[in-house]
């Protein structure tokens, strides 16, 4: 059997979501989170806490790189609402997460094992402010679904500011896409298209899609993207400013996770 591709986890993903010019932007939701975006020819080096890294090389022609945003928890912070039994399974969030009108001021910054980009502060730690007596289930799934999709605005700014590309459409993949309302939530917030493929796991087509193109199953780019299908699009239905409101009290919260713990083994 030949070897006929050979990709990184991140990197195969963002293949698979036929990620392959310039300004193509991809996050995978998986027990973390990592947002890619295709800079081209050029290696750009961030000003801003990003990855610098390779994207793909096709046979014989130049190598694409791309930046890179790495979340250290994503779904992870899902699971906790399993572990302390807020919820039984992940479905639930997002019939609870409609039942509320908001957060009713709860913030929930995972950092369960420190932050990553662009904050990376490995003493940072798992925090819930703005709690009340009114404070329900609810309200702290939402602000567990709210704090997936702020994480995922920072590395968009961030890679907004190091490439000069304005992000206009977001491909995702990974098991928390499935939550229509994370979608819908993620496109509101950071005021772009998401659009989801009809196969989420992309990291598995992209690899099986580089194999096939180097054995010639597809003879281009331009058969992958005809073969890759959208299953559904959302468009942003909050306002700019409201987004921007809820936004810079997530940049609070993040303050008061940063630097809890006295070391990092804590």
């Given at each position: 059997m030949p070897v006929a591709g050979a990709l990184g986890d991140q990197q195969a993903a963002l293949f698979g979501q036929t990620g392959f010019d310039r300004g193509d932007a991809k996050n995978t939701y998986g027990t973390g989170s990592f947002y890619l975006m295709n800079t081209g020819s050029e290696a750009v080096?961030?000003?801003?806490?990003?990855?610098?890294?390779?994207?793909?090389?096709?046979?014989?022609?130049?190598?694409?790189?791309?930046?890179?945003?790495?979340i250290f928890n994503a779904g992870a912070a899902i699971e906790f609402l399993e572990d302390v039994d807020l919820i039984e399974d992940p479905s639930e969030t997002e019939r609870l997460a409609r039942s509320v009108d908001s957060t009713d001021g709860v913030y929930m910054v995972p950092a369960f094992t420190g932050l990553g980009a662009p904050h990376w502060d490995g003493r940072a730690r798992g925090t819930i402010v703005g709690m009340t007596r009114g404070t329900k289930r609810e309200h702290l799934v939402l602000a567990t679904l709210e704090s997936i999709a702020y994480q995922t605005r920072d590395i968009a700014e961030a890679m907004e500011a190091d490439s000069g590309v304005e992000t206009t459409s977001l491909r995702v993949d990974g098991g928390a896409v499935r939550n229509n309302y994370l979608c819908q939530l993620q496109s509101d917030l950071i005021q772009t298209e998401i659009v989801r493929p009809e196969v989420d796991e992309t990291t598995a087509l992209g690899s099986a899609y580089a194999a096939g193109l180097a054995v010639g199953y597809w003879d281009s780019v331009d058969d992958l993207r005809s073969n890759w299908k959208v299953e559904r699009e959302f468009e942003p239905e909050m306002e700019q400013s409201g987004a921007d409101e809820k936004y810079d009290r997530w940049d609070d919260a993040v303050e008061r996770s940063l630097n809890w713990a006295t070391s990092e083994g804590d």
């Open positions: 080096e961030s000003e801003h806490d990003l990855l610098t890294t390779i994207g793909f090389q096709l046979s014989g022609e130049p190598v694409q790189y791309a930046l890179e945003g790495s």
